[in-house]
């Protein structure tokens, strides 16, 4: 059964940096299936921001490019989001998830999801 752990959240300045990290488990040994973080702020939907597959391919929502940045270290099985110059907009809870083959983006369906890290961002 896979599992995902999402963590590296806090309150950061605007301006400022944040790495998160999803930790997977249960997945076959070597790289992750496809991968996404989004996120959800209150009183609104939850938006993709980027994917990750298997071949270490990744993939951005047009209104995320430029500031984030996904990758992953398949030895450890974790997945990151390096999010820069964040704004106080960008506060919101923020999760990953992972699904099997297929296409790989945050248009997809997601089965399985962590249980989200908080990123608040102040003026």
């Known amino acids: 059964q896979v599992e995902l752990v999402d963590s590296g959240g806090g309150s950061v300045q605007a301006g400022g940096s944040l790495r998160l990290s999803c930790s997977a488990s249960?997945?076959?040994?070597?790289?992750?299936?496809?991968m996404g973080w989004f996120r959800q702020a209150p009183g609104q939907e939850r938006e993709g921001i980027a994917s990750n597959d298997r071949y270490d391919r990744s993939k951005y929502a047009d209104s995320m490019k430029g500031r984030f940045t996904i990758s992953q270290d398949a030895a450890k099985n974790t997945l990151y989001l390096q999010m820069s110059s964040l704004k106080p907009e960008d506060s919101a809870v923020y999760y990953c998830?992972?699904?099997?083959?297929?296409?790989?983006?945050?248009?997809?369906?997601?089965?399985?999801w962590g249980q989200g890290t908080q990123v608040t961002v102040s003026s």
């Open positions: 249960g997945f076959p040994a070597g790289r992750l299936y496809c």
């Open positions: 998830a992972a699904r099997g083959g297929g296409v790989c983006d945050t248009n997809q369906y997601y089965p399985t």
